[in-house]
């Protein structure tokens, strides 16, 4: 199938589309005589998994790793769960992180409401000053 067909199907564009076959996601088969990249009908089963891991928080990176298993045909399941602890790992940083961003910029709500006629905002002198 032709990129256009593709992207129809998929819901992908077409600069999406050649962006994740340069990055080694996708692979077009030979061109045809015209000069047309063929896609395989695979091709709509590796787009969609990757907008499920993409939905999932995974690199680009992470996802040629979960390609590379199925292309492989690597169904391993001790290959796919060390991919998923990895992104485990990683969520639960970024949740701390963002439960340390809620409670400062709470914090910072709090300070403001307490003091809405004050002449100098604490919060703001705070976030414009010169240190780092």
């Known amino acids: 199938m032709l990129i256009g067909e593709l992207s129809s199907i998929t ?3 077409r ?3 050649r962006f994740y076959e340069k990055h080694g996601i996708l692979q077009a088969d030979e061109r045809r005589e015209n000069n047309y990249k063929e896609y395989p009908p695979e091709a709509i089963r590796i787009l ?3 907008a499920r891991l993409k939905g999932h928080g995974y690199s680009l990176r992470q ?3 979960f390609i590379g298993l199925f292309t492989d045909q ?3 399941c001790g290959a796919a769960a060390h991919l998923i ?3 485990l ?3 639960k940083e970024k949740i701390q992180a963002l439960e340390a961003m809620h409670r400062e910029l ?3 709500l709090h300070t403001c409401q307490n003091h809405p006629n004050g002449k100098s905002c604490r919060v703001l002198t705070e976030i414009f000053s010169e240190k780092e």
């Open 89 to 91: 790992y990683q969520l």
């Open 63 to 65: 996802i040629r790793e």
């Open 106 to 108: 709470r914090k910072a």
């Open 74 to 76: 690597n169904l391993s």
């Open 11 to 13: 819901g992908f564009s």
């Open 85 to 87: 602890e990895g992104q």
């Open 48 to 50: 969609r998994a990757v």
């Open 15 to 17: 600069d999406t589309i």
